[in-house]
């Protein structure tokens, strides 16, 4: 997961403003044990905590196991970029945005 969150309140009047995350990936024997939903979900109760109004995301489309799981921590779709990743196989995936409103 690649996440971006608004600006805090207190780090000037704009707003527009983007601070830049973490990118998060874990090895297949890991997968579906629940840590990917516990790292997102302390991820925004950190941002929270921190002041950010809310957390954006991209994540391939074509990985519907990612984007169930970012669904179910309160994200929602919100644009396509299409052919944003080109694979060693010479074939593109989407790109899926995602938001996560805190407040």
């Known amino acids: 997961m690649a996440a971006r969150a608004g600006r805090p309140p ?3 009047a ?4 983007r601070a830049h995350g973490i990118r ?5 024997s890991h ?3 629940g840590l990917g939903g516990l790292l997102t979900r302390e991820l ?3 941002a929270a905590r921190m002041g ?9 489309c074509e990985n519907g196991a990612a984007r169930a ?3 179910s921590c309160g994200f929602r779709e919100y644009g396509v970029l299409e052919r944003a990743f080109l694979l060693r196989n ?5 790109e899926c945005r995602m938001v996560c409103r805190l407040r």
Not at 90 to 94: A, I, P, Q
């Open 14 to 17: 704009s707003g527009a403003g």
């Open 44 to 46: 925004l109760a950190q």
């Open 90 to 94: 010479g074939t593109c995936h989407d």
């Open 31 to 33: 997968w579906r044990r």
């Open 69 to 71: 799981l970012y669904e």
């Open 10 to 12: 207190d780090a000037g």
């Open 52 to 60: 950010y109004e809310q957390v954006e995301l991209e994540v391939d």
């Open 24 to 28: 998060t990936g874990g090895a297949g």
